[in-house]
């Protein structure tokens, strides 16, 4: 579960599969960007020509939905792994970015973006 699961424990487990396969030789950043960028499109497809659903998922396509979204997981916590980069704190960073780019009282309910 979430509230147990660790970003280290995660990235240990990601780690741990693609050893055993002798995979990393193959997580060279352009390759990881590139199937990150592939597992996006594929959880973007499940909603391809789909009536608006107004948010609404079956349990089939929300199963399919949360493969993919692990998908999209499994290699960003590939791509830190293979530059050693901490991504808990990659993303504390980014979020105090996007605070001072997005103020809570100029963007709050509001869509745009710049
Ligand atoms: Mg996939």
Same mark, same amino acid.
């Given at each position: 579960?979430? @509230?147990?699961?660790?970003?280290?424990?995660?990235?240990?487990?990601?780690?741990?599969?693609?050893? !055993?396969?002798?995979?990393?030789?193959?997580?060279?950043?352009?390759?990881?960007?590139?199937?990150?960028?592939?597992?996006?499109?594929?959880?973007?497809?499940?909603?391809?020509?789909?009536?608006?659903?107004?948010?609404?998922?079956?349990?089939?396509?929300a199963e399919k939905?949360k493969?993919?979204l692990?998908?999209?997981m499994i290699y960003?916590?590939?791509?830190?792994?293979?530059?050693g980069?901490?991504? @808990?704190?990659?993303?504390?960073?980014?979020?105090r970015?996007? !605070?001072?780019?997005?103020?809570?009282?100029?963007?709050?309910?509001v869509a745009?973006?710049?």
């Amino acid at each position: 579960m979430d @509230s147990d699961a660790t970003v280290g424990e995660l990235r240990e487990i990601v780690a741990k599969f693609v050893g !055993e396969r002798d995979w990393e030789k193959y997580h060279r950043p352009k390759d990881l960007a590139m199937a990150l960028s592939i597992e996006a499109a594929e959880l973007l497809e499940l909603f391809l020509w789909e009536q608006d659903r107004g948010g609404a998922m079956d349990e089939r396509l929300a199963e399919k939905a949360k493969d993919e979204l692990a998908d999209v997981m499994i290699y960003c916590l590939s791509f830190a792994n293979a530059q050693g980069w901490d991504l @808990s704190d990659a993303v504390k960073e980014k979020v105090r970015k996007n !605070e001072k780019k997005y103020p809570a009282n100029e963007y709050r309910g509001v869509a745009r973006m710049g």
